[in-house]
């Protein structure tokens, strides 16, 4: 299957399970909102560029944001991360690493270490990002330390069954000029 076929269908799977499951479930605690929709951008080939990526994912958080009745919040906290995310990557992975190796971050690519700190600081950052703008102001700071807290948790455990149960596997590539 062709990595553009690949991505297509997990756009419209992300939303799917986003807007369809995760979104209809009721609420678990006022700070818990699980988010699972932006692993869609973390699962992007290393080889996209910056403008690309940003693009995609702002097309990504706005079709999202479509569905939710919001005006671009999604399409803000994702663009975010996108435009971190070659940071976070460069920082993370030796100079002769896995981005030049394989296509696409995950656990094969990076490593336990790597890309769990990957995935966190991301995370971090999107909820972060996404609960400031729903507020527009601080208000609380205990409360939004609270929430974007309890939805990074339930989100890296979402990530993480996600990464259990769906394992992508990585080839290898040998021919790297």
């Known amino acids: 299957?062709?990595?553009?076929l690949k991505n297509i269908i997990r756009f419209v799977l992300?939303?799917?399970?986003?807007?369809?499951?995760?979104?209809?479930?009721?609420?678990?605690?006022?700070?818990?909102?699980?988010?699972?929709?932006?692993?869609?951008?973390?699962?992007?080939?290393?080889?996209?560029?910056?403008?690309?990526?940003m693009s995609v994912a702002f097309f990504f958080g706005l079709s999202?944001?479509?569905?939710?009745?919001?005006?671009?919040?999604?399409?803000?906290?994702?663009?975010?991360?996108?435009?971190?995310?070659p940071f976070i990557v460069n920082?993370?992975?030796?100079?002769?690493?896995a981005d030049k190796n394989y296509l696409s971050p995950s656990i094969t690519s990076m490593g336990w270490a790597p890309y769990g700190t990957y995935v966190f600081i991301l995370t971090l950052f999107h909820h972060g990002y996404?609960?400031?703008?729903?507020?527009?102001s601080f208000g609380s700071?205990?409360?939004f330390?609270?929430?974007v807290t309890a939805t990074t948790g339930i989100s890296l455990l979402l990530i993480l069954l996600t990464e259990l149960l769906f394992f992508r596997k990585e080839k290898f590539r040998t021919n790297t000029v």
């Open 91 to 97: 920082m993370l992975i030796s100079q002769e690493g």
């Open 141 to 143: 700071f205990l409360y």
């Open 130 to 136: 996404l609960v400031f703008l729903e507020w527009l």
């Open 145 to 147: 330390i609270g929430k």
């Open 14 to 53: 992300f939303i799917f399970v986003q807007v369809f499951i995760l979104f209809k479930m009721p609420p678990l605690h006022r700070f818990i909102t699980p988010y699972l929709y932006y692993l869609y951008i973390l699962w992007l080939p290393f080889s996209m560029s910056r403008a690309g990526l």
């Open 64 to 85: 999202l944001d479509y569905f939710m009745h919001t005006p671009g919040l999604h399409a803000a906290a994702c663009v975010l991360i996108a435009y971190l995310r």
């Open 1 to 4: 299957m062709s990595e553009l």
